[in-house]
Structure formats: C-alpha cells, structure tokens
C-alpha cells in the first residue's frame, strides 16, 4: 500500500530526524563521486564533517540550471552509468537539455511518490487510471505509470492527444482517475460536452499539473468533467510529478518530506526564509542515488506552510508555483526558455530583436514568435518571406519541440521599450 501513514503523518521531529541522517549520508554520496559539486563545497571550505543535520544545509551551495548545462550530460552523476537504469528530459536554458539518471532504486522511489499522490485522490486497485500525460522523455506519463502500477490500478497508458480514443477509452474502460495537464483536461472536457458523452463518463478524481492553474480553472474542470481536480507538481531534475501532491483538503501541495528537503530562499539574496514567506523554492534530493541534486533552485515562487492539515498528514505544504524568478514559460506544457529562441534566431541570421506572444485559444496554448528583420534583409526577402518563416518555424520546432508561429516584422517594428526589452507578452489568465 503506498499511504504510508508511519511516514506521511510522522511527527515533525521525527521527520528532522530521518532528514538529518539522510542528508549526512547523501552529502558524502556526492562528495565522494561527484567532483564538482566536491568543488563547489571546497570553493566554501566546507567537508562533509560541516554538515552534521539539517540545520547545516544552509551552509552548502546551491545547484541551478547553469551548473546542470555546465555538467551536461554526465557531469552531476553519483552513480556509474551502469547502474542507471533510465534517463528522462527536458528542456535546458539554451538548447542543451537537461539530463536526469535514475538507478532502478530512484525510479522506485519517484513511483512511491506518485503512487501517494494517487492513494491521496481515494485511488484504489478498484480505479482505472488513464494517464494522459506525454510519455517519453517527460516525466508526466513514466511517472504516473508507475505510479498507478503500485497503487495496484488498472493503468490506461494512453499518452496525451489523440482526443477521439482518449474518449473512446475513457467511456468503453470506465475511467476513474484522469491525469494529464490542467489545459488537456479543460480541452477534454470541452470534447465531451460537443459529443454529449458527460451520462458516460465515470471519472471521479483528476491529478493534473506539469503548468500553472488557476483555483477557476479548477472550478470549471471539476464541474465539466464531475471530478473532484488534485494538483500535482514535480520537476525533472528532482525526480518528475509526484515532489508535491494535493490530498482532500485542496489545500496546497504536500512535498515528499521523506525523500526531498524544502527551502524557500530570497531568489535575489539566497538567504533562507522563515516558514510563511514567499520566495524561491529550493530542493535537496536525501534518498536519490544517480542524480541528487543538493539545494537545487527551482526558480519556482510559492510559500511553505506547516500548519495542520485535515487530511492528517504532516509534511510541509507548497502553495501553487505564483511565477517564476526566471523568464521559462511553459506553453503546452513544455518549459521555453526566450534564450531558446533567441539562439535559434541568431544561429539563422536574424537580429535578436524578437517578441515572443503566447496565448491560450480554445484551451490550447499558442506561441507566435514576431522576428525582427535588419534593412539587408529586409530588402532581400521580396517574394522570399513565407519560405523564410517556414524554415524559422522548422528550426524552432527542432529546439523547443512545439510548434511556433512566426512572423517576419519589418525593421525597428517591434515597439522599443525605455527600460529592459519586451520579449514576452503572455496574454493567458492563469
Ligand atoms: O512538469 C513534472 C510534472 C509532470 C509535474 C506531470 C506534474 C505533473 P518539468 O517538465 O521538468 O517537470 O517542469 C517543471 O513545471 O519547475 C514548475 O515551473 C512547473 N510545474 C510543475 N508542476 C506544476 C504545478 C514536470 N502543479 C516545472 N503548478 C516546474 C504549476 C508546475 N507549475
């Protein structure tokens, strides 16, 4: 069974302790094998004797996005490859992805989570899971796969799109527990109501994350698809869905205590915060083997609280992510970095001077990409553009992985701003 009331509603002290011991050892884990994160503690004097509890994690450095681009792909790894069992992806900051490894002991225990955020909903091996999210590289489908497999439920591995067998499916094998993102289900209920399936559909709870949603967004998919919506979050560098889930209370996004440590620090300091202030989050992986980031900036905004929760468990609760401390967009459920496309931009010969305009129509998200064009090539492009977009389209398509529209602007067309450029106008009510 995976609600594991010894762990999930242990006391707070007991939680500290597993914490400390976990995190000593993991310290020496990576300080043995991984050079430079042993660099990067060396760079501060520190040993692995300075840290003795958790009260000592505030003395070790950080690991962001830059350090896992520097070390890619092998370069952050604590297990030979050998051991590793599988890798999962996403996108990086400037077309170099990040890379995450799991030994079959991590893929475990990333599936323990899961299964919990699937136990939370009343999931039980009566339920029939469709797991809507990508498979592949994300981490949404492999995660919840596993998930639902531990929870001992029917598991549905449809992958997202394909909306006609998605409902096929849904109605023919009476699906209980939907999870996919927050902007599929709204589409998949908009699908059911235009064929009138809504009499056929079983569905009683969904786990839906991977992107921002608003607590309307949740009113309208419960009403129009009469579940009951559990948010869940994740990453890919700390393990995938299932770092945070939502229980019945609805009320903020219990972390994983046992596997994963939470911070939340002033993105502009890194000073640690008091519980009950907003700030960056920061995550230090303690039962991780292959990949265990240590305080890990997520770039994620949103608040800790550890007051009681009705549901009875006791571990530290996340708000929703309220932003970024960092320009990544997430359009389809897929991370973009503006430093994307600016490379792919620059590499094709345009000036970057770009505006990036992302929308959501009919419950999709849309990305258009308006291009600046230099006088030279402006006056080249007669009778050229719509090759010359079709080929942006492509290249963009081959770095982020979604489509984007593009427009080719004429020369200085692109309102210039006084202070810091424009680059993203994101007209979503999120
Ligand atoms: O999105 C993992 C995931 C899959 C979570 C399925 C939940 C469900 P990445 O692609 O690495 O991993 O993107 C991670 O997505 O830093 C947040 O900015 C954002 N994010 C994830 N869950 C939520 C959520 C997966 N529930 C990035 N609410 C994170 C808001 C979320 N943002």
């Known amino acids: 069974m995976y609600y594991q009331p010894d762990i999930e509603t242990a006391s707070h002290e007991q939680i500290r302790a597993w914490q400390s011991e976990r995190l000593v050892k993991q310290v020496r884990h990576v300080w043995d094998n991984v050079p430079y994160y042993r660099q ?69 225990l990333w599936e323990d989570c899961c299964a919990r955020a699937l136990m939370a909903t009343g999931a039980t091996k009566e339920d029939v899971v469709q797991v809507a999210y990508g498979y592949g590289l994300f981490t949404g489908g492999a995660g919840m796969h596993g998930g639902s497999h531990k929870a001992g439920c029917l598991t549905l591995p449809m992958s997202s799109g394909n909306t006609d067998r998605q409902l096929q499916f849904m109605v023919d094998l009476g699906a209980t527990v939907l999870c996919c993102t927050p902007s599929y289900a709204e589409y998949l209920a908009e699908s059911i109501h235009e064929r009138g399936l809504r009499d056929q559909i079983k569905l009683k709870a969904g786990i839906f994350g991977a992107e921002a949603w608003s607590e309307e967004m949740r009113r309208d998919i419960e009403k129009n698809l009469g579940l009951k919506a559990y948010d869940i979050y994740g990453l890919t560098e700390i393990s995938g869905p299932g770092v945070a889930f939502e229980c019945e209370a609805q009320a903020g996004m219990h972390i994983n205590e046992d596997h994963f440590i939470a911070e939340i620090i002033d993105p502009d300091t890194g000073e640690v915060l008091p519980e009950g202030s907003k700030g960056e989050l920061v995550f230090t992986c303690i039962t991780k083997e292959a990949f265990p980031l240590i305080r890990y900036r997520t770039r994620d905004i949103c608040v800790l609280t550890r007051k009681s929760c009705p549901c009875g468990r006791t571990h530290v609760k996340m708000s929703k992510p309220m932003g970024r401390s960092d320009d990544m967009l997430i359009v389809k459920g897929v991370n973009v970095f503006p430093s994307q496309i600016e490379a792919v931009l620059i590499e094709q010969g345009y000036p970057a001077n770009y505006q990036i305009v992302v929308d959501r129509v009919n419950h999709s998200d849309t990305l258009e990409v308006m291009v600046e064009m230099t006088p030279e090539i402006f006056s080249d492009s007669l009778g050229k553009i719509t090759d010359m977009e079709k080929s942006l389209v492509s290249a963009l398509k081959a770095m982020l992985g979604i489509y984007a529209k593009v427009k080719l602007v004429a020369p200085k067309s692109i309102t210039r701003s006084e202070g810091k450029a424009v680059r993203i106008i994101d007209k979503r009510k999120i």
């Open 40 to 108: 990067k503690m060396e760079e501060k004097g520190l040993t692995p004797d300075d840290i003795q509890s958790v009260d000592d994690l505030h003395k070790l450095p950080f690991l962001t996005k830059d350090d896992l681009r520097e070390c890619y792909p092998y370069g952050l790894l604590a297990k030979p490859l050998s051991e590793c069992v599988r890798i999962q992806s996403t996108s990086g900051t400037t077309g170099k992805r990040v890379v995450a490894f799991y030994t079959q002991h991590d893929v475990d």
